[in-house]
């Protein structure tokens, strides 16, 4: 017996785009047939994921967006609507991180790992659930009534990590939102799940794990192994399926066994 999700006819907006897990999930998302809207700063490296999700016949559009800036957002969210259609989907994966000790954390370090990672988190998805629970209420058009949100947390916001404390933090806060979220939307038909991956090999962290500290951190894990990208993609099609009404608020650990 198999098993499709097929998502065609639903606009799906992915923050953090343009590299890691963002471009990983608009490439799963285009696969199964949904019109993605790829959003983050770097438009040029969102260009050339849009040209690449296109050579293989899916439908992929840009938007410039930087998280920190609340009418950034506005903006964003609305010329993806009007260019695309109604967001049905909301991949909330944009952060940051700084690797210190607490006590070496400064004012600019803690702002910058929180702007993004909470309350970047939190405006962007507050921007697209007004929509649809106005779309809910009947007071906004649009075919699809509900939605899915799936902000991307950590299982750092589980499990307190040496030397990312803001960014633990940080996570923890998206972790307690989603549940928030969840709780007052729910009864409109939108769907708010997290994911709290593990350690995954991306762009970013690729030359850490063939150092000695990123062996030694290798060594620590269950099976002694790190994530691939592609590893998330059953997680998050699950959450952004139609027939996924059922989970709601639902905190999904996708770590390997680092958190038992």
Known sequence: MSYSIDLSGRVALVTGASSGLGAQFARTLAKSGAAV??????????KELRAEIEAHDGDAHVVELDVTDVDSIKSAVAHAETEVGTLDILINNSGVSTTQKLLDVTPEDYDFVMDTNTRGAFFVAQEVGKR????????????????????????????????IGVYAMSKAAVIHMTRAMALEWGRFGINVNAICPGYIDTEINHHHW????????????PRKRIGKPADLDTTLMMLCANES????????????GFGI
């Open 210 to 221: 063939s150092s000695d500290a990123g062996q030694k951190l290798v060594n620590m894990l």
């Open 245 to 256: 009404h059922f989970v709601n608020g639902a905190i999904i650990q996708a770590d390997d």
């Open 132 to 163: 649809m629970v106005a779309r809910a209420r009947g007071a906004a058009p649009g075919t699809f009534t509900g939605g899915r949100i799936v902000n991307i947390a950590s299982m750092a916001g589980l499990r307190v990590l040496s030397q």
């Open 37 to 46: 809207v790829l959003a983050g700063r770097r438009t040029d490296r969102l």
